[in-house]
């Protein structure tokens, strides 16, 4: 189950999608895997039903009856800029499938050291992608990649620079090439 409060048409409100909600939102995006969703989403590719559905499923699932979702999405979802859409639907989504820890609120947590990719193995692992589907990635893409790991993320992730992306996909070359 994942949970988020944030600010959307006003006022701070409770999103959350449980797995029946998953369930919901492929259909409604037309029977995609949630991990299309998520990867459009993330990426800065999404669909306009990425965004409506995955914010009205979880307004549903954060305890707003349907009409009452329904008469909110109609008001609010076209005059909200998309990308404040898509932020929220983005922290929704990293919430459903990295996680959000809890905090204790005591402040005495300890921080860990942010996470520095060096390879392009380390960084296909943490983002569920082949080498392949990451060389094919733009950096402003892979920028929103982190942006959305680190907005849950226990261990924040250090972009790295433009170069040293491009440093990094230079370094592999897959066996059938060599």
């Excluded at 549903?60 to 990308?83: C, D, S, V």
């Excluded at 820890?101 to 082949?130: A, D, K, W, Y």
């Excluded at 990649?145 to 170069?163: D, F, H, Q, V, W």
Aim: aromatic fraction near 8%; charge should be negative.
């Amino acid at each position: 189950m994942a949970e988020v409060i944030a600010e959307w048409a006003g006022k701070e409100r409770l999103f959350r999608l449980t797995l029946g909600d998953v369930f919901d939102l492929e259909e409604a995006c037309g029977k995609e895997a949630i991990g299309a969703i998520f990867k459009r989403v993330s990426s800065g590719n999404f669909r306009t039903n990425d965004l409506y559905h995955t914010i009205r499923i979880a307004l549903i699932g954060g305890g707003m009856n349907m009409i009452e979702a329904k008469q909110l999405m109609e008001t609010h979802f076209q005059r909200t800029p998309y990308i404040h859409n898509a932020g929220v639907a983005g922290d929704i989504l990293v919430a459903l499938m990295v996680g959000v820890e809890p905090t204790n609120g005591s402040g005495s947590e300890h921080v860990p050291q942010p996470l520095v990719f060096s390879e392009i193995s380390q960084i296909c692992r943490e983002f569920h992608m082949s080498p392949n589907e990451l060389r094919a990635t733009r950096y402003a893409d892979f920028l929103n990649l982190i942006k959305g790991y680190n907005a849950s993320a226990p261990r924040k992730a250090e972009p790295p620079t433009e170069e040293e992306f491009e440093a990094i996909l230079a370094k592999y070359e897959p066996e059938a090439l060599k």
